[in-house]
């Protein structure tokens, strides 16, 4: 009986049972900090390998492309970039004619993929339907992205023209004294390639679209509707420039794919090697000229000038992706200085 009341009344001995660790407790301490030290270290050093591997793998791509466009690099030079030559037996290559398609559709696939897209966004973000409305609505632009190109292809092939051939006949009876729409339509053509990407890159825009304009406080538009502002007032005054940068962004990424994409277009540009200015006209993308002729080259020149159409897609989209960030840093950094003043 008189340890514990010796103990109770020590507040030394108190105090080092209940706040002091014993030894064996301080080392397993010590033991799981250094494995918690470690066990961190050692993951920041394996995300920072993983971020250096796309970084390599990037230019070792960039690499392989190059060795292979070799023998067309050092025969055209960058003469190759605007010759509009492309003969096969006579081993004559230019590639003016597929930069110019795969521009000029990429270009009208935008115009009309910003537009719907914000428009989508704008309708699936804000109140305008129940939210009982509103999510499945988003959920099946989203769900776009999930076909197959070569599906979206064939129904391009025989349900878009069908349905676009009486627009553009329209377009040519009233327009062709301008050089967009001077031609005859026939169907296919950089029109109707351009609304098939359209399609294509519209879940791109819209969702990211919608989660830039959802990442706006709700107080801010609260803030605005309560100082007299309607709701459009509010959307394009408030909402719009405070995510100008994202929309950017989202309007870039799916320009990215736009250039890329290869099967939907093959079907349905018409896969024409001349450079034309009407838009009811026939034409040709590199990813399309690519996938119609290189499992059938055979000769090394012939070889060399797809991938150095290759390499040529890979810049202009690598080049379209560093506009965009530069773009958003610009913004953000004006915005900054807009703040701070």
């Not at 190059?66 to 605007?82: M, N, T």
Request: hydrophobic residues 55%.
């Amino acid at each position: 009986m008189k340890e514990p009341l010796e103990t109770a009344r020590s507040p030394s001995r108190a105090g080092i049972s209940l706040f002091h660790p014993s030894p064996e407790a301080e080392l397993n301490i010590t033991t799981t900090s250094r494995w918690d030290l470690w066990l961190e270290q050692g993951f920041t050093w394996l995300l920072c390998g993983f971020a250096l591997s796309t970084v390599v793998l990037l230019f070792w791509i960039s690499w392989v492309i190059y060795q292979q466009a070799r023998p067309a690099i050092q025969e055209y030079g960058l003469g190759f970039l605007w010759s509009q030559d492309w003969d096969v037996a006579g081993l004559a290559f230019g590639a003016l004619p597929y930069i110019y398609g795969t521009l000029v559709s990429s270009a009208i696939a935008l115009l009309i993929a910003v537009p719907v897209g914000l428009a989508v966004a704008i309708v699936t973000s804000e109140n305008f339907l129940p939210l009982a409305v509103r999510s499945p609505l988003g959920f099946l632009v989203e769900l776009i992205a999930a076909i197959p190109s070569v599906i979206i292809g064939l129904w391009g092939l025989f349900v878009l023209i069908p349905v676009l051939r009486p627009v553009q006949q329209v377009l040519y009876d009233y327009f062709k004294w301008t050089p967009l729409f001077s031609t005859e339509p026939f169907g296919p053509g950089l029109l109707t390639a351009g609304v098939i990407l359209a399609i294509m890159i519209l879940p791109t825009m819209a969702a990211i679209s919608r989660e830039v304009l959802l990442a706006v406080p709700q107080e801010l538009r609260s803030a605005s509707m309560s100082l007299g502002a309607t709701r459009w007032e509010t959307i394009f005054s408030l909402l719009l420039p405070a995510g100008v940068s994202g929309i950017l962004g989202a309007a870039m990424l799916a320009l990215g794919r736009a250039l890329g994409e290869t099967m939907a277009v093959t079907m349905v540009i018409g896969n024409s090697p001349y450079i034309s200015a009407s838009l009811l006209d026939a034409g040709y993308t590199i990813p399309a000229l690519l996938a119609n002729e290189f499992p059938e080259a055979l000769e090394g020149l012939h070889i060399g000038a797809l991938m150095y159409l290759a390499l040529i897609l890979f810049a202009i989209t690598l080049l379209v992706n560093i506009a965009a960030v530069l773009l958003v840093w610009l913004i953000g950094l004006q915005r900054g200085m807009v703040l701070n003043r």
